[in-house]
Nanobody
């Protein structure tokens, strides 16, 4: 069974940092691009970042550029999202998703999400 499991969310003060993890089970991430998405209450889901299967291509939403960094460790079958200088508007449920090879709009597999709350 193919599964993605996010972890690392929590409550953090503005200006703080968190590192989210997206771990795969039942398949190897080597052939998959991984996207991170988020959805805040009452808002539509938005793309945050994506990394291609090779790791050679990454992209970021304008709202997180310079603050978030996506990376992957295929040996651990895990993709990370390092989030620095967090703002209250980053509060959302964060999801990772997988699709073959390259970043795109549609993804085949989704995790269950992890809550990130930025508040003082």
């Amino acid at each position: 069974q193919l599964q993605l499991v996010e972890s690392g969310g929590g409550l953090v003060q503005p200006g703080g940092s968190l590192r989210l993890s997206c771990a795969a089970s039942g398949f190897t991430l080597d052939y998959y691009a991984i996207g991170w998405f988020r959805q805040a209450p009452g808002k539509e889901r938005e793309g945050v970042s994506c990394i291609s299967s090779s790791g050679g291509s990454t992209n970021y939403a304008d709202s997180v550029k310079g603050r978030f960094t996506i990376s992957r460790d295929n040996a651990k079958n895990t993709v990370y999202l390092q989030m620095n200088s967090l703002k209250p508007e980053d509060t959302a449920v964060y999801y990772c998703a997988a699709r073959r090879w390259l970043c795109a709009l549609e993804y085949d597999y989704w995790g269950q999400g992890t809550q990130v709350t930025v508040s003082s």
